[in-house]
């Protein structure tokens, strides 16, 4: 249950992140408002002002979708134009919600949203069912690994609570989604106005025996989700103190992108191939024993090999193959559509290269997973496999494998602006 | 030796400031020309705190920068003092009267020190030619801020366009710039109110003593508590009174009203925190009052 945390337990409670989509009569935001306001992580001034503007709009409730609703240029058009984050904290979990817009055009925001998510929560409105933009939400889910997903059945109050409505919606969504990798479902009847099954059991749905929407929030199992096998280590910053005290210190500084790191590991560094082992590693002033996803430190070497930005550290019988050619699936974020011979800048975790489209083997349309092969280009909000040849090798695995190693945004070289991100099939 | 988690489960607070690191190393191996905004308030103490750790046992590989209203609490600036004193850190100070007096601000009698001081802070980041800026803000703080990017870019006039942000995913961020813009940072995008004094907590770090319960006159002015200072002088009908207060965020002596409490240790802070009912900004600072969008309009014209 929410109720406000005191200070013993903040510090050691763990963290879900999670993504929400819906278009705006799906009651998004009020549901958002609704975990807020039920958590106690929305405060008096707040909820005041949104009890006035209720009232002065003329409406019979307090409409908690104005809780979220950022932006002034937002309100004036009645719609949520890009990703914004939310938090909120029950005794147990903090949550990071990716509140992310439903429209078609904002493909991008919410493969943005779902990049970082452990969970997606998709709305849908009992009345209408299934839509082609749930099901779009879905894929893209799907697509960016998002491994938890949440079907949220709102607005049951308005179809009386029936049983043979939310079973109708399930079974079809669960026959969708067997075209789709989605690890874990879980499919919950609600009223996000009303407050059932969000916090609260209903006495409205007897027939259902499933969790609330917070109790999944608060229980869902995601430490399994992390790649605790393969080791693998983006080098970001080499610190050289250079001073009296620390003056022959050499560190590797980083976050841990997979596997557990432990000194008198052997481990390989890339592109170079040289070979070494870890003599220590430091968080801050102190030495640990190991070091594991998401972890920032600094791993020191015993041999004076060379390592500088970009190098990734891997154990030396797993490490990835350093590759220039890379398959992968790509959102497009702008406007200038992709094409064949295009020249852009790619990221790739720690690392800036050059790349060049070879190929756009299809598109993808996320409605139908129809794969048009006759495409030419891929324009804003689509997505594709294309084939690209970078500069210098990348030090990748497949995005099913990895979330960090295998994904990657583009980058207009003229504009600076970030056109695409990329999920690595495989590499070669 | 720390023996980590035999479970492998980092804490949110761990998961935050790995993730803070990670930004504060992206940013000094990408960017020519950092700086980090100082203002002496607790989230810019644990964004130096996590700047410290990213980097050590190297000192950190860029200055301070912090601008001078004329009006900080003695205790703010004793403060930033001793922490640029025991990391050995370099310190530019912007000054908004330095910055009146060169015609690059105007003190019309009316605008507040804070809003005064976007004209000096952009014009110091402007004339050192700084390309990324570390700011303290946080998403949770207002709902404007609950959009912006971890790297926020700006234009040559310092302005930020909610619409033109660059979209950000995984943990993949995107510096470039063209000559005469820069970035603004926020590494404590996802740290809440509650999160920030967890870490400050945890981690024992110095912070402004106005922070902890303290007795001080005061008189009320338009429903806030205002400290007796040369800032602040009482008007005919005003009634000085000795209180039991702390502040709950620090600004200029003129606009930063105090809330009675008598939480004196961290650990009765975050217990209060925990049951108050009113956001922070909302309660306690005069500028952000005016207008239901009064921050987004401030964050255009290059507020942090």
Redesign the interface.
Known sequence: MATPQTSSDHGQMDLLRFATAGSVDDGKSTLIGRLLLDSKSIFEDQLEAVEASSVSKGYDYTDLALLTDGLRSEREQGITIDVAYRYFATPSRKFIIADTPGHIQYTRNMVTGASTADLGLVLVDARQGLTEQSRRHAVLLSLLRVPHLVLAVNKMDLVDWSQEVYEKIHKEFTQFATKLNIPDLEVIPISALQGDNVVERSANTPWYSGPTLMHHLEHVHVASDRDLVDVRFPVQFVVRPKSDEFHDYRGYAGQVAGGVLKPGDEVVVLPSGMTSTIQGIDLFDEEVAEAFPPMSVTVRLEDDVDVSRGDLIARVNNAPKPSQDIDAMVCWMTNEPLRPRQKLAIKHTTRTARAMVKDIQYRLDVNTLHRDQDTKELGLNEIGRIQLRTTVPLLCDPYSKNRTTGSFILIDEATGVTVGAGMINNAS | ????HA?????????????S??IF??V??EFEKPVLMFSGGKDSIVMLRLA????????LPFPLLQVDTGLDFDEVLQTRDNWVDRLGARIHIASVEDAIAQGIVIDDGKTSRNRQQIGALLHAIEDNGFTAAFGGGR??EE??R??ERVYSHRDEFGQWD??M????????Y?G???AGEHMRIFPL??W?E??IW??I??EQIEIPSIYFAHERDVILRDGMWLSVSDAVQPKDNELVETKMVRFRTVGDKSQTGCVESTAATT?EI??EI??????ER??TRGDDRFS??AM?DRKKEGYF
Do not use: C
């Not at chain 2, 030796?1 to 980590?4: D, G, N, R, V």
């Open positions: 030796m720390t023996q980590t479970d492998y489960q980092l804490s949110q607070l761990d998961q935050l400031e790995a993730e690191i990670h190393r992206e000094a191996a410290e750790k990213a980097f050590y046992p190297a000192k998403r949770d709902k404007a609950a959009k909610p619409k942000q660059r979209p950000e995913l995984w943990s993949l995107n470039r710039i063209h995008s996802n809440t509650l999160d967890h870490y907590d945890r650990a975050i217990d925990a049951i108050a009912r009113v956001t909302g309660a239901e969008a987004e």
